[in-house]
């Protein structure tokens, strides 16, 4: 069982930028970032497996940056030139592996707001 807590949203005018965090309270083999907005389904943002390989969702590559550190087991997200299509409840997502098989752990989501 692993235990997410996330931090770091807030409200930012369009083209600010804002960090987000999501700590674990276990090692996790990928961690990803969602989003979600009233009446939508929740969308991959944002991932990254091992140290360093990453993977962005089109509409913030180059906007973006996922990141981790494995010694507090925490990933980051940080979200710079947003707009106020960012706007949106993110949520961390955390994947094991145990005897081949998957397991997705949510965290509880912080919720970030882009004014125009």
């Known amino acids: 069982q692993v235990q997410l807590v996330e931090s770091g949203g807030g409200l930012v005018q369009a083209g600010g930028s804002l960090k987000l965090f999501c700590t674990a309270s276990?090692?996790?083999?990928?961690m990803n970032w969602y989003r979600q907005t009233p009446g939508n389904e929740r969308g991959f943002v944002a991932g990254i497996i091992g140290g360093s390989s990453t993977n962005y969702a089109d509409s913030v590559k180059g906007r973006f940056t996922i990141s981790r550190d494995d010694i507090t087991n925490t990933v980051y997200l940080q979200m710079d030139s947003l707009k106020p299509e960012d706007t949106a409840t993110y949520y961390c997502?955390?994947?094991?592996?145990?005897?081949?098989?998957?397991?997705?752990?949510w965290g509880q989501g912080t919720h970030s707001a882009v004014s125009s």
């Open positions: 276990g090692r996790a083999s990928a």
């Open positions: 997502d955390a994947v094991t592996v145990i005897d081949r098989q998957y397991k997705n752990y």
